[in-house]
Nanobody, 122 residues
Framework: AQVLVESGGGSVQAGESLRLSCAAS?????MGWFRQAPGKEREGVAG???????RYADSVKGRFTVSKDNAKNTLYLEMNSLKPEDTAMYYC???????????????????WGPGTQVTVSS
């Protein structure tokens, strides 16, 4: 059974907003968002632990906000002022053990969702 399921992707114009959600089937301590554009490596976008402050990639600071609803086992990514370079497949990731300074690192995560596509046109 799929542990993580993302939703909320879509196609928008530059400057618009989208909100991604990631529902986990069980309680998860560490959760994060990654993205992968065609021909590029998967990169960390934002990560958060249940009891800590979030971390963001420099490219999204001030535009994206990650939040975690522990009661609903759900992770959100509010994306504002979207740019064409934000276009990618966005993946939710989760783990019950992680180091805060590595929240944007792929190796910290055990579970991965199937992804949701975000397309931003200029």
């Amino acid at each position: 059974a799929q542990v993580l399921v993302e939703s909320g992707g879509g196609s928008v114009q530059a400057g618009e907003s989208l909100r991604l959600s990631c529902a986990a089937s069980v309680y998860i301590y560490c959760m994060g968002w990654f993205r992968q554009a065609p021909g590029k490596e998967r990169e960390g976008v934002a990560g958060v632990r249940s009891d800590g402050s979030p971390r963001y990639a420099d490219s999204v600071k001030g535009r994206f906000t990650v939040s975690k609803d522990n009661a609903k086992n759900t992770l959100y990514l509010e994306m504002n002022s979207l740019k064409p370079e934000d276009t990618a497949m966005y993946y939710c990731a989760a783990s019950n053990a992680c180091r805060r300074y590595l929240l944007l690192g792929r190796t910290e995560y055990v579970y991965w969702g199937p992804g949701t596509q975000v397309t931003v046109s200029s």
